[in-house]
């Protein structure tokens, strides 16, 4: 399932996002509050953490016959662990430009990426694929992650990203 998410600039301090998950769009109002720093984002309190921002139904049944059905939702910290070691394990080493910088085999790039992947994840704007599933096994307390998009908000303004 391919999500995507755009963000488009309203005024000075309010930006709207559209989340994509194939022809269904939702759409929330996402404000730049203004505190300590100008650069800092927060999350609006007027809008539920996590959202569950869709459901849909797979296209293609399972090895057992079965037709997946997804919810689409805001990542939350109990996955924060499972998304990072799959960004910094296998993301890392498959993807294009990180297989060819080797990425993978340097321990800097890892942890500093990871870094910069948690930062993002505390956003509380991420989002999740989870295989809805009719009984969650003992051994897992939610359904599996079927997909992920770590997404955050940056600004030329910002200052420059270091892992220190």
Same mark, same amino acid.
């Given at each position: 399932?391919?999500?995507?998410?755009?963000?488009? =600039?309203?005024?000075?301090?309010?930006?709207?996002?559209?989340?994509?998950?194939?022809?269904?769009?939702?759409?929330?109002?996402?404000?730049?509050?203004?505190?300590?720093?100008?650069?800092?984002? !927060?999350?609006?309190?007027?809008?539920?953490?996590?959202?569950?921002?869709?459901?849909?139904?797979?296209?293609?049944?399972?090895?057992?016959? !079965?037709?997946? =059905?997804?919810?689409?939702?805001?990542?939350?910290?109990?996955?924060?662990?499972?998304?990072?070691?799959? %960004?910094?394990?296998?993301?890392?080493?498959?993807?294009?430009?990180?297989?060819? %910088?080797?990425?993978?085999?340097?321990?800097?790039?890892?942890?500093?990426?990871?870094?910069?992947w948690f930062r993002?994840?505390?956003?509380?704007?991420?989002?999740?694929?989870?295989?809805?599933?009719?009984?969650?096994?003992?051994?897992?307390?939610?359904?599996?992650?079927?997909?992920?998009?770590?997404?955050?908000?940056?600004?030329?303004?910002?200052?420059?990203?270091?892992?220190?």
């Open positions: 399932m391919l999500l995507s998410l755009c963000y488009h =600039k309203v005024s000075q301090d309010l930006y709207y996002c559209r989340y994509k998950a194939e022809a269904l769009s939702v759409i929330h109002i996402a404000t730049m509050e203004t505190g300590a720093s100008e650069s800092a984002w !927060k999350r609006p309190a007027s809008l539920p953490y996590p959202t569950v921002w869709l459901t849909r139904i797979g296209k293609k049944p399972l090895a057992g016959g !079965k037709v997946p =059905k997804f919810i689409i939702q805001c990542a939350t910290e109990d996955m924060y662990d499972e998304i990072l070691d799959y %960004m910094c394990n296998i993301f890392s080493r498959d993807e294009h430009l990180s297989a060819t %910088m080797k990425v993978a085999d340097d321990p800097v790039s890892i942890k500093e990426s990871r870094v910069q993002y994840l505390k956003m509380n704007i991420s989002v999740v694929a989870l295989l809805e599933v009719d009984e969650i096994s003992e051994s897992r307390k939610r359904p599996r992650i079927a997909g992920f998009n770590i997404l955050g908000i940056s600004r030329k303004t910002d200052p420059k990203f270091t892992s220190d």
